[in-house]
């Protein structure tokens, strides 16, 4: 058990929906990840988070969106969903940046 | 552009030998070097990393080797276990990045 929660682990929806998954660090980790791991592909950066605030950007598209509220805990938010968004979505959390990140079991979201 | 890159998608070792595990990357601005396991239906599992200033980090079975003139590293598990088969991911960052993967390398240890 790494320490970090994501909530729900899968997901079902039609295309142009709007889902939030959501994920809860380890204690005392400030730094949360969200990365996208579709079929056959590696690990894609979405967007980090540190102690709140926005702290760098991947190859996230506009309809998605995330936060990181006060308790640390954060939401990713995917909207106008479409086939293509189906994936794994991990979220993982640091102490701070540049040290070993821990990840979640996933969430595996399926578009219909 | 892929700036991890492991070029091996699969590799298959014999119970008890030396697995290899092979990555490349490009940003020499890189100084932090993590590898990752990850079985069906989990989240990646931290293994090793190592940073910049070492070139090489031992935990038990698993060493990793840094080359940076090359650009390269590795990961050698010793001896091989099944317990090991695997995806193994290898990622790189630095202050300003975060962790960037490469696709992985699935390894079948072979009883």
């Known amino acids: 058990d790494s320490g970090v929660t994501q909530t729900p682990k899968h997901l079902i929806t039609a295309t142009g929906q709007r889902v939030t998954l959501r994920c809860s660090p380890r204690?005392?980790?400030?730094?949360v990840y969200w990365y996208q791991q579709s079929l056959d592909q590696g690990l894609q950066f979405l967007i980090q988070?540190?102690?709140?605030?926005?702290?760098a950007k991947g190859n996230i598209l506009e309809r998605f969106s995330a936060q990181q509220f006060p308790d640390l805990h954060s939401e990713l938010n995917l909207s106008s969903l479409e086939l293509g968004d189906s994936a794994l979505y991990f979220c993982?959390?640091?102490?701070?940046?540049?040290?070993?990140?821990?990840f979640g079991q996933g969430t595996r979201l399926t578009v219909v | 552009d892929q700036q991890v890159k492991q070029n091996s998608p699969s590799l298959s070792v014999q119970e008890g030998r030396i697995s290899i595990l092979n990555c490349d990357y490009t940003?020499?601005?890189?100084?932090?070097f993590l590898w990752y396991k990850k079985y069906p239906a989990e989240g990646p599992t931290f293994l090793i990393s190592i940073s910049s200033i070492k070139d090489k980090n031992e935990d038990g079975r698993f060493t990793v080797f840094l080359n940076k003139s090359a650009k390269h590293l590795s990961l050698h598990i010793v001896p091989s276990q099944p317990g090991d088969s695997a995806v193994y991911f290898c990622a790189a960052s630095n202050s300003n990045t975060p962790l960037v993967f490469g696709k992985g390398t699935r390894l079948s240890v072979i009883a």
């Open positions: 940003n020499s601005m890189f100084d932090y």
């Open positions: 993982a959390s640091s102490v701070d940046v540049n040290t070993e990140a821990f």
């Open positions: 204690s005392g980790d400030l730094s």
């Open positions: 988070y540190y102690n709140g605030e926005e702290r």
